[in-house]
């Protein structure tokens, strides 16, 4: 380890402490060993790996593994007295305190941003809004996108593995962000339209006797599915209205979409 990077100084206690210059870090430590463990980070070592069978999780600093023992032992013995939730670390049930109390010790230094969060973690990655820095970097083979958090790439990488882990419920339509089943779940299945019994399509004669007859060939739909008294997509007052009762009449009806009266926005 140069000297350049780590020096002994001494406090007012006469204890001897390491300090880390790295980056002009001016971190100190009682410890050579914890220094050394802090410089790892610097420099994005993860030495410490886990034991647990089909795990390959590293990490730079003893305490880090040790918390990370107990998801595979399961212990969580620091209990929330607001909501009863559980946590591995007295750290992490500090933090969760802070969602019930609002406080946000960590607040942005930036003219003109006032934005605060519950971890220095959070702030360190709202910093490079501002910064512009983006320090995670895509590996794939002629993808250089770049991103300002971790778990951002981590959604990203998703894209080039063409794993969809996020299906929709409604249509079973899968997708490889949350995010983006999300968007689609609001602009195709609107619950505050679908949960509404009020809200109906109303669709002419003409369609029911020849369009929906004879596009009911190509989607595999029997003709009787839009017999107002054997299916529950009608109402049994008025043949020329749809009422969706399922979700799943939603998706059934799309491919008559053009030619339907609708109201809200149904399928856009």
Same mark, same amino acid.
């Given at each position: 380890?140069?000297?350049?990077?780590?020096?002994?100084?001494?406090?007012?206690?006469?204890?001897?402490?390491?300090?880390?210059?790295?980056?002009?870090?001016?971190?100190?430590?009682?410890?050579?060993?914890?220094?050394?463990?802090?410089?790892?980070?610097?420099?994005?070592?993860?030495?410490?790996?886990?034991? +647990?069978?089909?795990?390959?999780?590293?990490?730079?600093?003893?305490?880090?593994?040790?918390?990370? =023992?107990?998801?595979?032992?399961?212990?969580?013995?620091? $209990?929330?007295?607001?909501? %009863?939730?559980?946590?591995?670390? /007295?750290?992490?049930?500090?933090?969760?305190?802070?969602?019930?109390?609002?406080?946000?010790?960590?607040?942005?230094?930036?003219?003109?941003?006032?934005?605060?969060?519950?971890?220095?973690?959070?702030?360190?990655?709202?910093?490079?809004?501002?910064?512009?820095?983006?320090?995670?970097?895509?590996?794939?083979?002629?993808?250089?996108?770049?991103?300002?958090?971790?778990?951002? =790439? $981590?959604?990203?990488?998703?894209?080039?593995?063409? =794993?969809?882990? +996020?299906?929709?419920?409604?249509?079973?339509?899968?997708?490889?962000?949350?995010?983006?089943?999300?968007?689609?779940?609001?602009?195709?299945?609107?619950?505050?339209?679908?949960? $509404?019994?009020?809200?109906?399509?109303?669709?002419?004669?003409?369609?029911?006797?020849?369009?929906?007859?004879?596009?009911?060939? /190509?989607?595999?739909?029997?003709? %009787?599915?839009?017999?107002?008294?054997?299916?529950?997509? +009608?109402?049994?007052?008025?043949?020329? *209205?749809?009422?969706?009762?399922?979700?799943?009449?939603?998706?059934?009806?799309?491919?008559?979409?053009?030619?339907? *009266?609708?109201?809200?926005?149904?399928?856009?």
């Amino acid at each position: 380890m140069s000297s350049r990077t780590l020096t002994k100084v001494n406090n007012k206690k006469n204890t001897q402490l390491y300090s880390c210059k790295i980056n002009g870090c001016d971190r100190k430590f009682t410890s050579i060993g914890y220094t050394k463990y802090h410089q790892a980070a610097h420099n994005g070592q993860k030495n410490l790996k886990c034991e +647990f069978e089909g795990c390959d999780r590293k990490f730079a600093w003893p305490t880090h593994l040790k918390y990370h =023992l107990l998801t595979h032992t399961g212990s969580r013995l620091f $209990k929330c007295p607001v909501c %009863n939730n559980s946590f591995y670390t /007295s750290q992490r049930l500090k933090v969760h305190k802070r969602s019930h109390t609002g406080e946000k010790p960590f607040q942005c230094t930036e003219d003109g941003c006032e934005k605060g969060f519950t971890t220095a973690g959070n702030l360190k990655n709202h910093m490079r809004v501002h910064t512009g820095d983006k320090p995670f970097v895509c590996t794939v083979k002629d993808c250089s996108k770049r991103f300002a958090e971790r778990s951002s =790439l $981590k959604k990203h990488s998703l894209v080039h593995s063409g =794993l969809k882990p +996020f299906t929709c419920k409604v249509c079973n339509k899968s997708f490889s962000q949350s995010g983006s089943r999300s968007v689609h779940m609001k602009r195709r299945h609107s619950e505050s339209i679908l949960d $509404k019994e009020e809200n109906v399509i109303t669709i002419s004669n003409s369609i029911l006797e020849s369009s929906v007859h004879d596009e009911s060939r /190509s989607t595999g739909l029997e003709d %009787n599915s839009f017999n107002s008294k054997s299916s529950n997509w +009608f109402s049994e007052s008025n043949a020329n *209205v749809v009422v969706l009762m399922q979700p799943e009449d939603l998706t059934a009806l799309q491919f008559v979409k053009q030619e339907i *009266v609708y109201d809200a926005n149904l399928f856009t």
